[in-house]
């Protein structure tokens, strides 16, 4: 039985030998060596957005302190001053607990430990006194990051 499964899949074993040859490595994200930092406000109050671009993915480490206001730290670095966050988030909260305001008026929470996916039109706040750490994969926040102008 043995033999007969071993010459079964020796053709399939060839086929994953060659596919793992060319698949390529896996890379580590280290926020600490950012491609890009933005800065968003002051560094008592404001935002911080580490961006780390590897090929056409980009990923980020946004942090948001208590006292952040998106409309006077990050509407004025965009283009035509939005009066909502015009980005998709996706992404994973690691620290803190943040409010999202909607246009529409609703709020939702997210807590530490959470995943979440936030649509355009919204206004984030720091809840409490401990800083929103959070990681993000939406090249659609790359794109608003990489609009803003340096301040």
């Known amino acids: 039985f043995a033999s007969s499964f071993a010459r079964a899949t020796t ?4 086929l ?6 060319e698949t ?4 580590l994200i280290n926020y600490d060596e ?3 930092i933005k800065q968003m406000g002051d560094e008592t109050t404001g935002a911080t957005a580490k961006v780390c671009t590897m090929g056409d993915k980009t990923s980020m480490e946004i942090t948001l ?19 909502w966050c015009p980005a998709n988030h996706f ?5 803190g607990t943040m409010k999202v305001k909607y246009e ?20 984030p706040e720091v809840v409490g006194d401990v800083p929103c750490v959070m990681v993000e ?4 926040t790359a794109a608003v990051v990489a609009s803003m102008a340096d301040k």
């Not at 053709?11 to 060839?14: K, L, N, Q, S, V």
């Not at 992404?91 to 620290?95: A, I, P, S, V």
């Not at 008026?105 to 355009?120: H, K, M, Q, R, V």
């Open 104 to 123: 529409n008026g609703d709020t939702a929470t997210i807590n530490a430990g959470e995943s979440y996916l936030i649509p355009p039109g919204h206004l």
């Open 11 to 14: 053709p399939t074993r060839a």
């Open 91 to 95: 992404g994973y909260l690691k620290t």
């Open 65 to 83: 302190r208590p006292g952040f206001d998106w409309v006077k730290d990050v509407s004025p670095m965009l283009p035509n001053c939005p009066k």
């Open 24 to 27: 390529p490595k896996m890379t």
């Open 16 to 21: 994953h030998a060659s596919l793992l040859h």
């Open 34 to 36: 950012a491609t890009t």
């Open 137 to 140: 994969f939406s090249q659609s």
